[in-house]
C-alpha cells in the first residue's frame, strides 16, 4: 500500500495559463504525449470534437465550437504523477477559469515568443497570485521570429512584478533557430535533431568548450556565451523558496508545436513545482499529509450527460487517503455524503475512483447538494478559504420577455448563480436584476439554459455598469453615507452582501478617492 507521505510526495497539481493563441492546447498535447496518456498530437482536439458529437447539453459549444467547460487531465511521467487542470482559454472565458487556478499548488505561464505578456495572461496571473502560486513560465514559439528575448524577460518582470531566472535559453530563434542551453546542466539540446517523437539527448558542453561553435557555428556559440554571462550575472542562481512563495519564475523556452524545449520543461515542474500544498481553512491550517480526508469543491458542472440531470462537483483532495464508499461530512450542511461513485478524468476517458490522495482532483456526481466552496472532511467543522467569487467583467440587466414567469426567472437566475454559472445583484433602487459573468459567452450559456432547463426566455440589455465590487467597513455609518451618495449604484448579491456597481474605471477609481476607509473588494468568499 502507497505510504500517503509517498504518494503526497510524487503529485504535481497544475494548470497552465496563457493568452489564447499561445499554444495551451499544442502544449497539453505534448505534455499529455510524454505521460502516455495519448498516442498521437491532436488527440486532445479530437476528443472535444467527440464530445461535443455525443452531447448536445449545451449546442453553443457546438455551433461555436469552443469547450466552455474545464477538465482535468491526469498523466504519469518520470515516476510522478501530474494532475492537469485546463483553464477555458478562448476570450470568452468564464468565472471557472478563475476559480480553477484555486485548486492548483502552480501553474505554467505559457507566452508567445512574439507577444510576450497578454491582457488574459495578466487577468489569470493576478488570480495566482492572490493565493501565491509558484509561476513556471513558458516561452512559447521560439521556432518563428519572436521579440529579444532579454525585453521579454523583462516585459515580465516589470508588468507582473515577478522576478525571473531562465533555465534555459534559446540559441537563435526562428529560422535560426540552433536548440537550446540547459543552464543548470551546461548541456546543449540541438533543434534540428527534434523529429516527430525523437528527442535528441541534451550534449554536456560548458560554455567554454571550443566544439560549441562547430555544434551551433561560430556567431552563435559566440552570442550564447554573451548572453548567458549577462543572464549569469543578473541571476546567480535560482532561488526555490522565492519560486515556490510566488516571487520568482523560472524561465523556460521552446517551441511546444515542434515538441521541442517540451521535455525540458515537464522535468522542470516534476522536479522544482512543489507538490500538494498547506491549505487555508478556518479555524485551522489543514496539511496534506494529515491521516483524515478533507478537501473543497472549486466547480461546478450541470447536464455534462444530457441523459442525465446530474451534476459534476470537481473536489479536490486536501488531506488524507480517500477510498471509494466513505462517507464524508458536508460541513455546510452537517449532513453525511457517502462518495460512491467519484470518478477521475483521464486524458481520454474518465474512471471510478478508488483511491486517491491530496491534490487529485474527483468529480463527485450530485443532485445540486455540493455547490462551489463546499468542503468535505471526516467529521471535522473545517472550511477551507480562498475559493472566491470574482468581480464580473461584463454586466447586463435581465430582462423578461414574459412578466407571468418572473418567479420561475427568479428562480432560475438563483441556481444559476448557486451553482458559479453567473452572478445575481438585485439593486437597492429596484431596478431590474443585474446578471454579470467573467466572459462574455456566459450570456449565451445562461440564456441557453434558461429556455433548455426551465422553458423560459429572458434576454440581456446593456446595463450602464462596466465592472462590481464588494464594499465592506466595519463603520455602518460609513456604509449608510457610501450608500446614500451612490443609491443608482447600489446592490446586494445572492448572499445579501453589499456591491457598488460602477459604471466604468474612473467611478470606481473616484468612489475609492472618496471613501478611503471603505474596502473595495475585487473577489468575495463563498459562504
Ligand atoms: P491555445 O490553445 O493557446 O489557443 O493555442 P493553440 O495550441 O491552439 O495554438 C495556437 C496556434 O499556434 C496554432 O496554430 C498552433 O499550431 C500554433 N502553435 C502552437 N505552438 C507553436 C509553436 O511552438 N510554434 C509555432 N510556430 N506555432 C505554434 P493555428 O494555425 O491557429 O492552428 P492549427 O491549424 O495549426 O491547429
Redesign the pocket.
Same mark, same amino acid.
Given at each position: 500500500m502507497t505510504a500517503l507521505s509517498d504518494a503526497v510526495a510524487l503529485r504535481r497539481t497544475f494548470a497552465?495559463i496563457?493568452?489564447?493563441?499561445?499554444?495551451? #492546447? #499544442?502544449? #497539453?498535447?505534448k505534455l499529455l504525449l510524454f505521460g502516455g496518456a495519448i498516442q498521437m498530437a491532436g488527440a486532445v482536439?479530437a476528443r472535444g470534437e467527440q464530445r461535443r458529437a455525443r452531447s448536445d447539453w449545451m449546442s453553443i459549444e457546438r455551433e461555436r465550437g469552443i469547450s466552455v467547460t474545464a477538465s482535468v487531465m491526469s498523466f504519469e511521467h518520470g515516476g510522478l504523477s501530474f494532475n492537469l487542470l485546463d483553464t477555458p482559454?478562448?476570450e470568452d472565458f468564464s468565472e471557472d477559469t478563475y476559480r480553477t487556478l484555486t485548486a492548483v499548488d502552480s501553474a505554467v505561464m505559457?507566452l508567445?515568443a512574439a507577444k510576450g505578456i497578454e491582457t488574459q495572461t495578466r487577468k489569470l496571473f493576478e488570480v495566482c497570485r492572490l493565493r501565491d502560486v509558484p509561476i513556471v513560465t513558458f516561452i512559447?514559439?521560439?521556432?518563428?521570429e519572436g521579440r529579444e528575448t532579454f525585453d521579454l524577460l523583462d516585459e515580465i518582470e516589470k508588468t507582473l512584478a515577478l522576478d525571473v531566472c531562465p533555465l534555459t535559453w534559446p540559441i537563435g530563434m526562428g529560422r535560426d533557430l540552433k536548440g537550446v542551453y540547459d543552464l543548470t546542466a551546461d548541456q546543449v539540446v540541438l533543434f534540428e535533431q527534434t523529429r516527430g517523437d525523437h528527442l535528441p539527448e541534451g550534449i554536456d558542453m560548458p560554455l567554454e568548450d571550443p566544439r560549441l561553435d562547430g555544434l551551433v557555428g561560430a556567431d552563435a556559440a559566440a552570442r550564447l556565451r554573451e548572453e548567458v554571462e549577462l543572464v549569469r550575472g543578473a541571476c546567480p542562481s535560482f532561488d526555490l523558496e522565492a519560486f515556490r512563495a510566488g516571487h520568482l519564475s523560472p524561465v523556460f523556452f521552446?517551441?511546444?508545436?515542434?515538441n521541442?524545449g517540451v521535455r525540458e520543461l515537464l522535468n522542470g515542474i516534476g522536479r522544482l513545482a512543489p507538490p500538494p500544498r498547506q491549505q487555508s481553512a478556518d479555524p485551522r491550517v489543514i496539511d496534506p499529509l494529515e491521516e483524515t480526508v478533507s478537501g473543497f469543491v472549486f466547480k461546478v458542472q450541470a447536464n455534462m450527460d444530457p441523459n442525465h440531470r446530474d451534476r459534476i462537483a470537481f473536489f479536490r483532495l486536501c488531506s488524507g487517503r480517500f477510498k471509494r464508499g466513505m462517507k464524508l461530512k458536508h460541513v455546510r450542511s452537517g449532513k453525511l455524503m457517502a462518495i460512491g461513485n467519484p470518478v477521475f478524468f483521464l486524458a481520454r476517458d474518465r474512471e471510478l475512483a478508488e483511491e486517491a490522495f491530496p491534490g487529485d482532483i474527483m468529480g463527485i456526481p450530485n443532485h445540486g447538494a455540493l455547490r462551489i466552496g463546499d468542503t468535505l472532511t471526516e467529521g471535522e467543522d473545517v472550511r477551507f478559504n480562498g475559493i472566491p467569487s470574482f468581480a464580473p467583467e461584463v454586466l447586463r440587466r435581465v430582462r423578461l420577455d414574459d412578466p407571468m414567469k418572473a418567479k420561475q426567472l427568479r428562480k432560475a437566475l438563483e441556481d444559476l448563480a448557486e451553482e458559479g454559472v453567473s452572478q445575481l445583484f438585485k439593486p437597492l433602487n429596484g431596478a431590474s436584476w443585474i446578471v454579470g459573468v467573467v466572459g462574455q459567452l456566459q450570456f449565451e450559456v445562461i440564456a441557453n439554459r434558461i429556455e433548455s432547463e426551465y422553458s423560459l426566455k429572458a434576454g440581456f440589455e446593456e446595463a450602464p455598469f462596466e465592472t462590481a465590487r464588494w464594499v465592506h467597513s466595519e463603520d455602518k455609518l460609513l456604509i449608510k453615507r457610501f450608500v446614500e451618495a451612490n443609491t443608482s449604484s447600489m446592490a446586494e448579491d445572492r448572499d445579501g452582501a453589499l456591491v457598488f456597481l460602477a459604471r466604468n474605471s474612473w467611478a470606481l477609481g473616484r468612489a475609492q478617492q472618496d471613501f478611503p476607509d471603505i474596502v473595495f473588494s475585487a473577489t468575495r468568499e463563498q459562504h
Open positions: 497552465i496563457s493568452h489564447p493563441d499561445a499554444g495551451k #492546447t #499544442t502544449l #497539453t498535447e482536439r482559454g478562448h505559457v508567445d512559447n514559439k521560439v521556432d518563428r521552446g517551441s511546444a508545436l515542434r521541442f
